[in-house]
């Protein structure tokens, strides 16, 4: 399958811990993207990445929260000193940046954070 | 007032009607109008991609987009219980990866 993967699943932090989430993208998709979801809500953006740029931060909160896809393995959310109002699915999608279905961005089972 | 309005539902049909799911938005600068459908506890899934107004068809689904009015559609025809999920509209500016905003979703459940 070779389609957008998100690891861990699920994942419970303690408040003031540190949360990392991964994403890696189709193969061949160099663009990828962290979107939030709330319950009953839809998804927020947070951050647009190329192979080592953010080329789009303006969904990311300010403190806490970094992201980076390096050149080489998975994209990486990081959310410092967690608190319980970052509770929510985390969902990465990805596309190819090339060819006619450039910017269709593509979705990964997501992350479900939970913190206690 | 937000971007992207989406009457969150649930919109309950019996299996065989024709569903209509709306979107109405606020920026006229939006050109490119998307659905995905989402099944609990999954990612959304890319259903529709449009750009501009018009018509587009896929099977069993019709997307509409008028700009003029700032409202788009998704159609169903022949509507089946493994259609029940939640559907999102979505839309951008520019095809050129820029960020996608998405409407709240529908919740649609199909009666056997």
């Known amino acids: 399958n070779a389609g957008v993967m998100q690891n861990p699943r699920h994942l419970v932090r303690r408040r003031g811990q540190e949360a990392r989430l991964r994403c890696s993208p189709m193969?061949?998709?160099?663009?990828v993207y962290w979107y939030r979801q709330l319950p009953e809500e839809g998804l927020k953006f947070m951050v647009y990445l190329q192979k080592e740029n953010i080329i789009d931060e303006s969904g990311m909160p300010k403190e806490r929260f970094s992201a980076e896809f390096p050149k080489e393995g998975p994209s990486i959310l990081r959310i410092q000193q967690v608190v319980r109002g970052d509770s929510a699915a985390y969902f990465c999608a990805s596309s190819s940046g090339t060819g006619a279905l450039a910017y269709e961005q593509y979705f990964g089972p997501g992350t479900r954070l939970t913190v206690t | 007032q937000k971007e992207v309005e989406q009457d969150p539902g649930p919109l309950s049909v019996p299996e065989g009607a024709i569903v209509s799911l709306n979107c109405t938005y606020s920026n006229s600068a939006f050109q490119y109008f998307m659905w995905y459908r989402q099944y609990s506890r999954k990612g959304p899934e890319l259903l529709m991609y449009t750009y501009s107004s018009g018509n587009k068809e896929d099977g069993r689904f019709t997307a509409q987009v008028d700009k003029s009015s700032k409202y788009i559609s998704l159609f169903i025809r022949d509507s089946q219980p493994s259609d029940s999920a939640t559907y999102l509209c979505a839309m951008e500016v520019e095809s050129s990866a820029s960020k996608i905003i998405f409407g709240s979703g529908t919740r649609l459940s199909i009666r056997p």
């Open positions: 193969k061949g998709h160099s663009h």
